[in-house]
């Protein structure tokens, strides 16, 4: 079983740049098919950036394509999301996750396990 935790987080003004890392424990990421998801209040959870366990494999929902970049780095055990061009609709907690798969997920239900989810602010 895998434990995350993502970090980096916080408030910027609009067309800023943040980086959120989530850290895993337990099991190696390259085990894992893996996500970053996010949650405004009042909304459902929804897909942002995803890649397959080879890591060779990405997808990004259609708001963030072309701003975000998700990576992986196995020596540190760390996914990370890199979000350029930051919109104040982007404002939302950002969560990691993993999947037991080889194949990309881009539903919540998809995944099994994980993070707590770090505040991400974008102010106008």
């Known amino acids: 079983q895998v434990q995350l935790v993502e970090s980096g987080g916080g408030l910027v003004q609009a067309g800023g740049s943040l980086r959120l890392s989530c850290t895993a424990s337990?099991?190696?990421?390259?085990?894992?098919?893996m996500g970053w998801f996010r949650q405004a209040p009042g909304k459902d959870r929804e897909f942002v950036a995803a890649?397959?366990?080879?890591?060779?494999?990405?997808y990004y929902s259609d708001s963030v394509k072309g701003r975000f970049t998700i990576s992986r780095d196995n020596a540190k055990n760390t996914v990370y999301l890199q979000m350029n061009s930051l919109k104040p609709e982007d404002t939302a907690v950002y969560f990691c996750?993993?999947?037991?798969?080889?194949?990309?997920?881009?539903?919540?239900?998809?995944?099994?396990?994980w993070g707590q989810g770090t505040q991400v602010t974008v102010s106008s």
């Open positions: 337990g099991r190696t990421v390259s085990t894992y098919a």
């Open positions: 890649f397959s366990q080879s890591g060779y494999v990405t």
């Open positions: 996750a993993a999947r037991r798969a080889i194949v990309v997920g881009t539903h919540p239900s998809e995944y099994e396990y």
